[in-house]
Structures are given as C-alpha cells and as structure tokens.
T-cell receptor, first 111, second 110 residues
C-alpha cells in the first residue's frame, strides 16, 4: 500500500496564478482532509470530505476549493494564489472520523 | 471553540533524561485526544488515541495519559531517534475535524 500520496511535492506560484493539489489514498478510507501548516500555528483544517461526492468547509476555507469525485482522490484548488497561501499543505484520510494517515506534504510558495 | 495548547514549545534533553510534554485542551464533549509525531519535512505520524479521563497508552519509550483538562506525553529514557515535533489534537463529540496544538519540538542529544 502506498498510503496517502500528494502531488506535487513542491511548487512556486506567482500571485494570481491557479493550481490544483492532488491527494490520493489506497486504503478505501471514507474521510479525507486538507490541512495547512504554518510555523507556530499548528495544523489548520481547510476543507474535508466524509465520502465520495461530499465536501465541507473547515476552519480556513477562504481562497480554496475542493472536489471529491472519486472516493480515493481529494483535490484542493487555489483559483487565484496569494502570498498568504504560502504554506505546507497536508492531506489526510481516515476510515472513520478520528486519527488519520497523513501524506508527505506539498510545500507551496506564492511570490 | 475547541482550543489546544501545548507546552513547552521546545524541549532539549540529554539521552536518557526522561521528561513530559503537556497538552491542555478545552472542547465541548471530547470524542478523542490524539498524539502524533512529526519529523522534519514529513507528514504527522499517528501515535495514540485517548478517549476518556484516566486512560493511558504506551508505545516503546512513550506513554500518553489523559485527564479531563489535559494530556501528558511522557518520554522515558529518550534516545536521539525520539527527536521530533509532537503534536496533540482533540476531536469534539459532535464534529468531524481535529483541532491541533502548535506542537512541542523535542531534541535529544547523545
């Protein structure tokens, strides 16, 4: 099992550009989450999904959109990147709500 | 709003010097409290889930305990490979999300 994988690992964007981060899991987990991690602030939930075709807002959803068209994939989109979105993004999945398996992260820099 | 505060922010230990990390929390009905380990440049790795006050769990040199207001992660006779950031998170009974603390970075010197 590959677990949770994230694509890409690194990305540099200019302000106003758009991009999509891909998260894939091969554990047949129902729940999937997108977090961002900033120094001194811990992990903050952006969006989450409780099953295929569902999405919901987390703590810091502004500027991001998500889609869960297939159970194994959870996409995070930035329509118009801003420097405040410079962060490390982690995807996680879990069988039920609770402890999750995290991906390796995507380091995004917006200049 | 759920709140999680971890202390200290950083902890430097000599190999073999036992210590404890604190996670204080406020939540409206606790479903679970979670401990993770995070190595630099990697995603968090799950360690423990605690569900009710008085519960304890152990894994190698780590032992997690839970009261109604806080959790402790005890590191007994640490080794350099225990160096990492340890994250605490809580989940409310009526919620799907985890609320994380900022973490405690532990450095163990040989």
């Amino acid at each position: 099992n590959a677990g949770v994988t994230q694509t890409p690992k690194f990305r540099v964007l200019k302000t106003g550009q758009s991009m999509t981060l891909l998260c894939a899991q091969d554990m047949n987990h129902e729940y999937m989450y997108w977090y961002r991690q900033d120094p001194g602030m811990g992990l903050r939930l952006i969006h989450y999904s409780v099953g295929e075709g569902t999405t919901a807002k987390g703590e810091v959803p502004d500027g991001y959109n998500v889609s869960r068209l297939k159970k194994q994939n959870f996409l995070l989109g930035l329509e118009s990147a801003a420097p405040s979105q410079t962060s490390v993004y982690f995807c996680a999945s879990s069988y039920t709500s609770g402890e999750g398996s995290f991906g390796p992260g995507t380091r995004l820099t917006v200049t | 709003e759920d709140q999680v505060t971890q202390s200290p922010e950083a902890l430097r230990l000599q190999e073999g010097e036992s210590s404890s990390l604190n996670c204080s929390y406020t939540v409206s009905g606790l479903r679970g409290l979670f401990w993770y380990r995070q190595d630099p440049g990697k995603g968090p790795e799950f360690l423990f889930t605690l569900y009710s006050a008085g519960e304890e769990k152990e894994k190698e040199r780590l032992k997690a305990t839970l009261t109604k207001k806080e959790s402790f992660l005890h590191i007994t006779a640490p080794k350099p490979e225990d160096s990492a950031t340890y994250l605490c998170a809580v989940q409310a009974a009526n919620d799907y999300k985890l609320s994380f603390g900022a973490g405690t970075t532990v450095t163990v010197r040989a």
